[in-house]
């Protein structure tokens, strides 16, 4: 376990690190991934109402198709924004720069053609006569690629950077085009239209300040907002990663640090009102949808080219981004990527990697695959309130990278340690149960099975008799070994068989254990079972053993001692032990230890001074549901223990279809019994004489089921009437094992 927690540290660390550096090395390479993540939130977020407050006049199709191809003549266009100040617009926006003169303009037509034109109209005059005249800002265009030396136009306002060191976080222009002179030097105030596309081509957020010439120059819709404000200063805050905030008068905008807004677009194509330009020009539109709102003219047409992708749509019009800037300042509710979102993207990858790597590794693969695909959804989810509830953007991939890679390496590991374990249990386990035990031990290979832990279990022991003589008359090593073996082989098969565990062979000994290292019902009877099962499997073992030439010897010895070949003594125990993994790194084994353990094997070794093959203790019968023909043998304490313990022999299953274990008749056997248990409560009652004289009579019995018990209770009872005992309490203390 040691081990696998180093692993998992050292895995925590290389994803912390691997995805960190990728986060702050190679951000462009994951950028697109975590944008189009937030596309989809959009989507799955859908449309939402737009701002009544903003109203696009369209130069549509239907427009260009009755008032000419763009551009119009400038008279025209004059006619539309004195037609929408009439009808009390707000403030207008031109999505539209008109860098060059009007060459369908009369007077400009005159001089080409060498007529007079003191009276001809000049359609450029015109229009910034009527810009001059009416509440519109113009727009104009910054160049990226190419250097010129073009002035900007003035803005009537006042921009302050407030930075701490000489720091560059804004857009730095190299060129402008700008409109016409005339035209230009006519509006109030202009703003740049630049909506500049990520390296997908998507437009997700837009510079509200470009630098040119070491001056701050507004977008047209911060632009237009400013002055629908009636804020006459801009201040722009700097931190130590960036720009924090821009304040437009007592407003503060929450810009990411290179000054963008991100657009918390409203929905896609069209969600504003728009108004067909033609419809402007020739009045036929609701005076009410003009009155008092933020007007935007430009172009939704194909063939003009102003056509641009938002998360919420393949194709809007370029004006429709300038709208939805402006909804976001009127409502207060842009996106926001505050300087401590890179801090809260690294704190997320490594809390997450930390909480799948450490906590999600202790479950199993199902619940680690319920609890992986809810903490995955959970993650979603969070990234989705935060965003459109919090407005707040933070990565969202590279916590689920996190997530991710935590996953597939913890579930490497976990490979990897169980299938270890499994060798290890494998190891120690293939020669002590059954398959179906180890099978049952390998699914639950994560639990803590092979963990030091105490348990209730019932302890076996048997010894075959007379090994001494045996193994003397057998005359060879190798034909010794093969006859422990045919009488090991079938005594392990049963006990495997009732789902014991074979703890240990020591010599001619079996120790055996129920009930670890997994839960065994019933394990006291399943140990009776077990042994009753053995004790029936000799008459067929000795059979084959006495046809066996190789085994001449021993059989001769067992005929001439008139015993059988193999006969055995069993002790049962039942308590509580310790049981699990115990030795040192060099060598190890699952065994059980404990006083348990020990008073089985007191128990198996006194079957030769009771004469029994089947000792339990008073904890095992406690816990025994079948039914069993028991004979009381006494109540002892045993070498080195001072508490009493009852000593129960079991003769046999409790069958009335069938015949004892070594006995010929049942009912016999339990008349037997009968006399015996109550010689049993005479002696415990102190009246010896009485006591005496049944278990003379049942030791004169010419078959009896135990041929050495009735004599140590009658030299029991003849001492105690010589000499009476003092505070009798029937207990007889042993001071040997057997």
Not at 345 to 350: E, N, Q, R
Not at 433 to 456: F, P, R
Not at 606 to 634: A, H, P, V
């Amino acid at each position: 376990m040691r081990d696998k927690y180093k692993i998992l540290i050292l895995l925590f660390l290389f994803i912390s690190i691997l995805l960190s550096s990728a986060y702050l090395f190679l951000p462009a390479h994951f950028q697109s991934l975590d944008n189009r993540v937030r596309d989809f939130y959009f989507k799955f977020r859908g449309p939402q109402k737009a701002s009544d407050d903003v109203v696009i006049v369209d130069i549509d199709e239907k427009s260009i198709k009755e008032l000419g191809q763009w551009p119009w003549e400038r008279d025209k266009f004059a006619q539309i924004l004195n037609n929408l100040t009439a009808s009390g617009a707000g403030i207008i926006g031109l999505d539209i720069v008109f860098s060059e003169a009007d060459k369908t303009s009369p007077k400009l037509l005159a001089k080409k053609w060498g007529i007079d034109d003191k009276k001809m109209p000049d359609y450029d005059l015109i229009l910034s006569q009527t810009i001059a005249s009416t509440p519109t800002i113009l727009g104009y265009v910054f160049d990226f690629n190419a250097d010129n030396a073009n002035d900007a136009p003035q803005v009537p306002a006042i921009f302050v950077e407030k930075s701490k060191k000489d720091m560059e976080f804004l857009p730095i222009a190299r060129g402008v085009l700008t409109n016409l002179k005339l035209i230009q030097n006519a509006s109030y105030s202009s703003g740049y239209m630049n909506n500049i596309p990520d390296e997908s081509g998507i437009i997700r957020s837009v510079p509200l300040l470009i630098k040119y010439q070491k001056q701050l120059y507004p977008s047209l819709a911060f632009e237009m907002y400013r002055i629908a404000t009636q804020s006459t200063k801009v201040v722009t805050t700097y931190s130590e990663v960036g720009i924090e905030n821009i304040r437009v008068g007592k407003q503060y905008i929450p810009s990411d640090r290179f000054g963008r807004l991100h657009v918390n677009f409203r929905g896609p194509f069209k969600s504003y009102s728009y108004i067909s330009a033609v419809d402007i020009y020739n009045k036929s539109f609701d005076e009410k949808l003009i009155e008092g709102k933020f007007v935007l003219i430009g172009t939704s047409a194909y063939g003009l080219m102003d056509l641009r992708s938002t998360p919420m749509d393949n194709v809007i019009a370029g004006v429709e981004v300038h709208a939805n800037m402006i909804d976001n300042l009127l409502n207060d509710d842009m996106l926001r990527k505050p300087g401590w979102a890179e801090v809260a993207d690294l704190t997320a990858i490594m809390i997450i990697a930390f909480i799948v790597i450490f906590i999600y590794s202790r479950f199993s693969l199902l619940v680690l695959s319920i609890v992986y695909a809810i903490s995955f959804i959970g993650l979603m989810y969070a990234n989705y309130y935060l965003l459109f509830t919090e407005l707040v953007i933070i990565n969202s991939i590279f916590p689920l990278f996190s997530i991710f890679l935590s996953l597939v390496g913890t579930l490497g590991v976990n490979y990897f340690f169980e299938t270890r374990q499994k060798e290890i249990i494998k190891g120690k386990f293939a020669s002590k149960v059954s398959a179906s035990v180890m099978e049952d031990i390998l699914k639950n290979a994560e639990s803590n099975a092979m963990e030091g832990q105490e348990k209730e279990i019932t302890v076996f022991f048997s010894d075959v008799r007379g090994f001494t003589n045996i193994s003397e008359s057998m005359g060879d090593a190798k034909r010794l070994i093969r006859f422990m073996n045919d009488i090991m082989e079938p005594m392990t098969e049963i006990i495997i068989d009732e789902k014991g565990t074979i703890d240990k062979y020591i010599g001619d000994a079996i120790m055996a254990y129920w009930n670890a290292p997994l839960d065994v019902e019933n394990h006291a009877d399943r140990a009776v079972r077990a042994s009753l099962r053995q004790l029936h499997k000799l008459k067929s073992l000795n059979e084959e053993l006495r046809e066996d030439p190789e085994f001449k010897n021993v059989t001769k010895m067992a005929d001439d001692n008139n015993i059988p070949i193999v006969d055995i003594g069993i002790g049962l125990n039942s308590g509580p032990a310790i049981v699990g993994e115990m030795g040192s790194s060099i060598r190890s084994d699952y065994t059980v230890i404990g006083d348990t353990i020990n008073l089985g094997s007191r128990l198996e070794s006194l079957c030769k001074y009771y004469n029994s093959r089947l000792n339990i203790s008073n904890f095992t019968k406690s816990q025994l549901k079948g039914k069993y023909i028991y004979r009381y043998l006494d109540l002892v304490t045993v070498k080195g223990k001072s508490e009493p313990v009852e000593i129960w022999q079991i003769h046999d299953f409790d069958e009335e279809e069938k015949e004892p274990l070594f006995y010929s008749s049942r009912k016999e056997l339990l008349e037997e019994l009968e006399a015996y248990h109550r010689a049993i409560e005479l002696y415990k009652s102190q009246k010896f004489a009485e006591a005496l004289d049944i278990f003379k009579e049942l030791n004169a019995l010419e078959h009896k089921s135990n041929l050495k018990i009735y004599d140590i209770y009658i030299e029991r009872c003849e001492h105690y009437i010589e000499m009476p005992p003092e505070n009798f309490n029937g207990v007889f203390v042993h001071m040997t094992k057997g």
